[in-house]
């Protein structure tokens, strides 16, 4: 089990941006995918956004595409979310996960999410992000 740490999450008006991120301790997180996921309560946990580990591919949900970005920094062994143009529906509990998780995996070079299991795996408090006036 990887351990990673979720941070950057706030109050921001709709049209504003915020910066989450990911961040480990101790395992190396180029040597896996790691995808960004948001939960709402009553909702099942979607995946927004993935980077694979080998060349760098990305995947957004349709919801995000072209308003977030994901990045990872290696020297810092860090990964961003960049969110941008944010609007009230992006409100939610972020996470952030390797392809550990049941909900997460890599098919050749591009990470790939899977479908929503309840209680499977071990998810982080996360950083809830709020889009609101």
């Known amino acids: 089990q990887v351990q990673l740490v979720e941070s950057g999450g706030g109050l921001v008006q709709p049209g504003g941006s915020l910066r989450l991120s990911c961040a480990s301790s101790g395992d190396t997180l180029d040597d896996y995918a790691i995808g960004w996921f948001r939960q709402t309560p009553g909702k099942e946990r979607e995946g927004v956004s993935c980077i694979s580990s080998h060349n760098g591919n990305t995947y957004y949900a349709d919801s995000v595409k072209g308003r977030f970005t994901i990045s990872r920094d290696h020297a810092k062994n860090t990964v961003y979310l960049q969110m941008n143009r944010l609007k009230p529906e992006d409100t939610a509990v972020y996470y952030c996960?390797?392809?550990?998780?049941?909900?997460?995996?890599?098919?050749?070079?591009?990470?790939?999410?899977?479908?929503?299991?309840?209680?499977?795996?071990?998810w982080g408090k996360g950083t809830l992000v709020t889009v609101s006036t």
């Open positions: 996960a390797t392809d550990l998780v049941s909900e997460l995996t890599q098919a050749g070079s591009s990470c790939v999410f899977l479908p929503f299991q309840s209680g499977k795996d071990y």
